[in-house]
Each structure stands twice: as C-alpha cells, then as structure tokens.
C-alpha cells in the first residue's frame, strides 16, 4: 500500500488547485482523475470570471492561446428576451460600468476556453510542484481503520493511504457518499444542463459578434439559456432543479436553436452542431456538511457553485486552495478531526465565496422564481420590460402621451409585479443592504429629507404654457 499525506479524487480545476497548494506546502501529494487526461470527462467548455485573475495572478498570467488556443474573451455580454410566441422582442447589450474596479474585469467580462485545455493546464501546475497525478484511474471506496478513513481504493484494487482525503470529484462525489457525509442531493439541489457544441468559423464569429464572448436567452418558453463563444465555436446550454423539468430538458433547448432568430444566427455564423453533452450540476442556497474526520469536499463536491447563476470553476479553485491550506495545518499538528478541520468552513467564509453566499438564499429563490420560472413569471415579465424599453424610441404617439400609455399599461402588471418584488427582490435588497440598513433607515435623517422632497412637488397643477 502507497502511503501519502494528502489524497485529492478528481483533477477538475478544484482537485488541481488543491493539489498544487499542497505540494507547495510540502506535503506528499497524489491526485487522480478517471478520465485519461484532466478535463477529458467535463463539459467541454467554460466561462472563466475576471475574479480568477484578481485572485489567482500568478497562475492566470500563464493562461495564454498558446496554451489555451479555445481562448476567446469579450467585453459585450447580449441580453435577449424571447416572448411566449417564441420572438425575440428585445435584446440589451452591456459592457463592463464605470463602476467595475479592477482590470481586467474593465476590460472584458469573460473569458472562455475549452476544459479539455484549461483542466490539463492547470493540472500542469500540481504537477510540476511535485503532486502525483494518475489518470485513468476511478476511486471506487474509501480505505477505513477502526471506522476512520484513511485513504482511497481504486478499481482495480489498488489501496493509497493518507491521513487526509478531499473529495475533488464533483458533483456525484464519491468520497461524499462513502465518507457520510452526503446520501444524494435533494431535486432542487442540482440541476441537470444539456448543451449543444457548434463549430463555427473563427473568421466568421469575429466578424458577426465582435466583441461579444456571452450571450444570455431570457425566455417565457424555456428557463434562461447561455451563449458561450469560443475561438471556433459555440456553447448554447440551459439548466433547472431536477424537480423543474415537465419534459425532457432537450425539448426546452430545442426550442432555443429552433427559434427563427437563432437559426438565422446559425446561417451567418455557418455553424454545424458537433456535439450534445449533458452534465449535472449543484446550485445551492448554502453549502453544508463540508467535511468530517479526515475528510474535505470542495468545488462541486461541496456544492459550492454560485448561488446566483452556478459560476463553478472559481469557487471549486478557491476552496481547492483553502481545503489544501487547512488539510497541511492539520497534518502538521497531527490532529485531522472533524472538529480541526471545521477550520476549512471558517477560511473560506472570509474569501470572495464567502461573501457570494452571505445572500445565498435570496440570491437562489430570484433567480428560481424569475429565469427559472419561465411559464409562471417570465410570460409576464417580458412583455411588462419590454413596455417600460418600448418608451426608448417610439413616435406613435406625442411622447408624453406614450409615458402616459406605457405607465397605464404597465400598472396592468402590477397585480403579478409587486407581490413579486415584495417576496423576491425586498428579501434580496434588505440583505445585500443589511450593514447599511441603519444609516439608510435613520429616521432622523428621513424627517430632515421629508420637507425638501415635499419642496420638489409642484404645489398645484400648472396653467398649461398656451393660457398663459
Ligand atoms: C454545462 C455546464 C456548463 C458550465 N459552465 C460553467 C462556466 O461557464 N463557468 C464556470 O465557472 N462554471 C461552469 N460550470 C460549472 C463548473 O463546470 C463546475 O462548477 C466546476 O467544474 C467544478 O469544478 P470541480 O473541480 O469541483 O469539479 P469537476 O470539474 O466536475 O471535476 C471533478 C473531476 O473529478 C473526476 N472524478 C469524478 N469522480 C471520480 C472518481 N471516483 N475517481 C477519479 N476521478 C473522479 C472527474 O472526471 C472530473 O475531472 C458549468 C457546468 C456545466 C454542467
């Protein structure tokens, strides 16, 4: 038997993270993954967040066409709304605000490359610290003594023992299972995402998107559907919790690229479908059960996917890192209990995730209640958007005729709209808010504005300039 100190299931960007850290720290690192090479076994492409240059420079640097040649990055992200009729009645194009303080989050705002690049990349890494890396190599059980674990088996019975194991293996995790910690996620802990691959030519997506990398399909006819561009293609892909699905997911994502507007979009881009894969994937409200005696869950193993819109692969690295930083700690001190390692949900509370998870629930119930609902909201919520953009250009009335119609119009929504703002959106706001409630609240504060807000109200109704 092969004794190591640490263990790391599964070589995605978490087990790879966390096995480059802990070679750092000098521990004697294995990791495995059951694919041939890393990446092999994952959806074939990603949105990689600007957050992982902010926190990971040293390692973002390196990522470069050279060794990512699927890289393409984008500063436009498009917005299209899809009707109950299934046309696109508006889109809404956004950069990178004013507001957005770093680079290169100012610069672009996502950059997209195929995991069967970026994974054995960033393996790469780990293994050139000195982690062991064994492909090929599916972890079927974990080794135990007097009831403890201690390790790992492979399939084909081949036993490694370590005081420490974290279970990288996303989001069927093995070691979540057998360790205890986990039996199966509930429905509307996981969902399951089908998603074409088309090819298209580079030539062609430089010339027809520019410098659009993303697209987002909000829709009353499918729950919300992402467009991903690569340098040679494209990723159209949608989700919802297993206990969403009235029909099989495919049908909802056929009805995107059936969509006239899409197939146009396919004409120009002279795009060919070269594959439908199919992946699960954990959205939670909060992550739990992080870990036990000698055991640590990250990334999707953990259910540590944004709460808002299931952003994975920075979560799964930054929790790669502290689970490594935490597990070092503990051998160090010879003391992996489950009590020693509770360390691991202390760090990475202070980290960027930490912080995403602090609205968890409010973030998750919206985005269930909105993107997610495309029959109960979305078929209301469109058209009420639309209105409040048809106000933009319109010349089929005097304009203060058209704000009247659109406002009169849009007051038909709000039997649906406000208790939805009360339920959805108060929640969200007041929690985001929470710190500065009290400043904003300061009752003081609103009396000395009462009277300067009452100034700006016009006292009585104007003689109109004509009767002067
Ligand atoms: C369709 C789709 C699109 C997505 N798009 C994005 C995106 O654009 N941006 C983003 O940030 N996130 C995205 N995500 C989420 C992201 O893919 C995951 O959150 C992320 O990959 C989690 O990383 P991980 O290392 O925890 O797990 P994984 O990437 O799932 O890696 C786990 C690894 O463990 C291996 N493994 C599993 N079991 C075993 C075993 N028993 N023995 C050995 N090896 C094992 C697997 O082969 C795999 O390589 C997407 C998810 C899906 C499904």
Redesign the pocket.
Known sequence: MKAYDIII?????????AAKIAAEEGLKTIF????RK??????S?????PRMWQTFPDLMKYLTPEKCPSMRAGSASRNYFVNEEGRVVGYIMAHPTESVSYEPAKSWI?M?CY?SEF?PWIAEFATKEGAELKTS????DLLKEEGKICG?V?ERGEKYKAPIVIG????????AKKSGLRTKWAQDQI?I???YDFHAPSSKIDDIMGDEALAVWWSAIFPAS?Q?FFHDGF?Q?L?NWLNKWDKNPLFFLNRVVNLKYYQRLLKNLDAKPREL??????WLKYPYNTHTDGVIL?????G???PLE????????V??KVAAEVAAEAITSEDVSKNALSKFDEQWKKTSIGEEFEAGEELYNIWKALPFSPKETMSWFIPMFMDLLGGIFDWSQPHAKRVRQIASHVKSYMPQALPFIMKYVFPLVAKIFENDLDKMMDPQKLMTMLPKIMDLLPKKKKQRRDQA
């Open positions: 299931v599964g070589a995605g960007p978490g087990g790879s993270m495995f993954e059951r694919g890393p990446g092999e076994k994952n959806s492409g990603c949105g990689l967040g996502t997209n995991r994974d190599r599916l972890i079927i790992v492979d990288a293996d996303g989001a069927i995790s093995l070691v969902t995402v089908p998603q992402y991903v990723h892909g989700g894969q199919s992946h699960l994937l954990p990250i990334g999707d193993a953990g540590f996917p944004c299931a952003e994975g692969i920075y979560p799964a690295m929790t790669g």
